[in-house]
């Protein structure tokens, strides 16, 4: 079993659309954890932390939720530039960042 | 400020060759990781360094994969004797400390391409 797993997707919505990504880590030491996203044939880069209370950035909200050691990211009215791959990424301090396998996302017009 | 710089950006060479990668991260970064890419797949962790140190090494795949760290910043990532399944892009990222909520920032690879 992978550390952290995302669903496999791809996901093809509309533009407008709401879309929902989960993520489940099996290290419960995991203490900080994230999303990126990827473009094709580039480097990840960060989209936002997520913290336990759960916080929001425009159209982008993440959710923590420790006990079911499950993170989500909600992208809500979906842009074309919105299409990418979506990491999820679990981190214990004086280890390795964890990434998943990433989640395809197209948004199509 | 200057993010992550690696080079070079594109290596060719041919199967048995030696190859040296380089990365210079966010000046005051204390941590590095190198990561390997191929075409369509995740991330797959090579070595992590934390100042010069390097605590886990375990995702280098072979002997003939080697890194170093020196002065705290700059890292080579070696390998010797290539192999056409080493083709990929080589990620390097680096983050501020190995502490609460410090992401990672990447530099923008090196595809190396064996023939």
């Known amino acids: 079993r992978k550390e952290v797993e995302q669903d496999p997707g791809p996901f093809n919505v509309p533009e407008g659309a709401t879309v929902a990504f989960n993520c489940t880590y099996s290290?419960?030491?995991?203490?900080?954890f994230f999303w990126y996203r990827q473009d094709c044939r580039k480097e990840p880069k960060l989209l936002m932390s997520?913290?336990?209370s759960g916080n929001e950035d425009g159209r982008f909200t993440a959710q923590l939720n420790r006990a079911s050691q499950y993170i989500s990211l909600l992208i809500r009215d979906s842009k074309l530039s919105d299409s990418a791959t979506y990491l999820c990424?679990?981190?214990?301090?004086?280890?390795?960042?964890?990434f998943g396998p990433g989640t395809r996302l197209s948004v199509l017009p | 400020g200057a993010g992550v710089s690696q080079s070079p950006s594109n290596k060719v060479t041919e199967k048995g060759k030696d190859v040296e990668l380089r990365c210079d991260p966010i000046?005051?970064?204390?941590?590095l990781y190198w990561y390997r890419q191929s075409l369509g797949q995740g991330l797959e962790f090579l070595i992590y360094f934390q100042g010069n140190s390097a605590p886990d090494k375990s995702g280098l795949p072979s002997d003939r994969f080697s890194a170093e760290r020196t002065g705290g910043s700059v890292s080579t990532l070696t390998i010797q004797r290539t192999q056409q399944e080493d083709s990929a892009v080589y990620l390097c990222a680096s983050s501020l400390v190995d502490g609460s909520n410090q992401p990672q920032h990447f530099g923008d690879g090196t595809r190396l391409s064996i023939l």
């Open positions: 000046s005051g970064h204390t941590a």
């Open positions: 990424v679990a981190h214990n301090y004086g280890q390795n960042f964890v």
């Open positions: 290290n419960s030491a995991s203490q900080s």
């Open positions: 997520v913290y336990s």
